[in-house]
């Protein structure tokens, strides 16, 4: 089953666009290992195709210091992960698009296949949906829906774009681009990897391509499951 994360700060209208694509057919469970709740639902996609959309709690930054921003940190990360999501749905509330683009930043560093979603566009003019719109998808590159749950603009739109999740995904992903790092940059890396964030771990770890060229699998993992203090 495909997995789409709801992902954006804290009162960014994202349960309110969740609410809107699942209706009554969600569900609420713990995170592993912590006690973090994670509502989810399921819809249809293409040729009935199930995608769970999950609505992670709201976060500022890939840089853990809250339980919630670190469930985010490990779901992103951690390919065990039950939550791993295959693309994720950034939530953005135009009112302040200003302050909520460092969250999405960090997410199209670690390449994963990011919907945008400018929310409370009932609350501008068209001009500066445009504008936004245009800043998205010219300057970052990602594809942008800007949407109202109160008055339903482009939702059915953005069901419509959800339902070809898939093929979303795989046209992102033939324009994902690694890099191979010198072995100067590794070494420089592996002195250095005790100060390193998990989030720095995996951009190292993607743009490596094999985690092994750096470090191991088990200094890894030890990163991205220890929770912060």
């Known amino acids: 089953m495909l997995k789409l994360a709801l992902i ?25 290992g912590v006690t973090v709740e994670v509502h989810s639902g399921v819809i249809k996609g293409l040729h009935h195709e199930p995608i769970e959309i999950i609505d992670f709690p709201g976060a500022y930054s890939l ?17 065990k992960a039950s939550f791993q999501p295959d693309a994720i749905l950034y939530i953005a509330d135009i009112q302040l698009l200003d302050k909520q683009l ?15 979603c400018l929310s409370n566009c009932d609350q501008v003019d068209q001009k500066t949906i445009d504008v936004h719109k245009r800043f998205m998808e010219q300057k970052l590159l990602c594809k942008t829906i800007p ?14 774009e959800i339902k070809n999740l898939r093929a ?8 994902e681009i690694f890099f191979k790092l010198s072995p100067e940059l590794l070494e420089e890396f592996e002195q250095s990897k005790d100060q390193q964030a998990p989030y720095h771990f995996y951009l190292w770890k993607h743009y490596a391509q094999r985690i ?17 203090n």
């Open 8 to 32: 954006g700060n804290p009162n960014s209208g994202k349960s309110s666009v969740f609410n809107a694509l699942t209706g009554l057919h969600q569900k609420v469970g713990n995170y592993p």
């Open 102 to 116: 460092l969250l999405l930043t960090q997410i199209i560093d670690l390449k994963i296949p990011v919907l945008v």
């Open 212 to 228: 092994d060229e750096f470090t191991s699998q088990q200094t890894f993992d030890k990163k991205i499951t220890e929770p912060p």
């Open 63 to 79: 840089h853990s210091n809250t339980s919630d921003e670190f469930l985010l940190t490990q779901a992103l990360l951690d390919e």
């Open 168 to 175: 979303f995904i795989e046209n992102a992903s033939a324009k």
């Open 147 to 160: 949407v109202s749950t109160k008055t339903a603009l482009n939702l059915e739109l953005l069901k419509t």
